[in-house]
């Protein structure tokens, strides 16, 4: 496997040569960015989801009617409540191992 990738407009830089801390900076630069990558995943899925369920007619004015409105907001709690739950649980699980 070739190790040498662009590293601050470096072409080919050798990974192999970087310090350990740069090392665990770039590591933990790769976890950040996985981590917004799945947070903009579920945003993307929120948002087709409660479209998909609440959008019934044409947006012809750019503006949600007084059905859709509501139902978007509720589909939105609902998912966060959802996955505030989620997050307890696991927590918990993870605490009581």
């Known amino acids: 496997m070739d190790s040498s990738i662009t590293l601050g407009g470096s072409p080919g830089a050798d990974l192999t040569?970087?310090?350990?801390?740069?090392?665990?900076?770039?590591?933990?630069?790769?976890?950040?960015?996985?981590?917004?990558a799945r947070i903009q995943q579920s945003?993307?899925?929120?948002?087709?989801?409660c479209f998909r369920k609440c959008i019934t007619g044409k947006m012809s004015s750019g503006k949600l009617d007084r059905t859709e409105?509501?139902?978007?907001?509720?589909?939105?709690?609902?998912?966060?409540?959802?996955?505030?739950?989620?997050?307890?649980?696991?927590?918990q699980m993870r605490t009581q191992m």
Do not use: G, W
Request: with cysteine; hydrophobic share 35%; charged share 30%.
């Open 17 to 36: 040569k970087l310090s350990d801390r740069e090392k665990q900076e770039l590591q933990q630069f790769v976890v950040n960015e996985s981590q917004k």
């Open 43 to 49: 945003i993307h899925s929120l948002t087709d989801i």
């Open 69 to 91: 409105e509501p139902c978007m907001q509720n589909c939105v709690d609902r998912f966060m409540d959802a996955n505030m739950t989620v997050l307890r649980q696991l927590e």
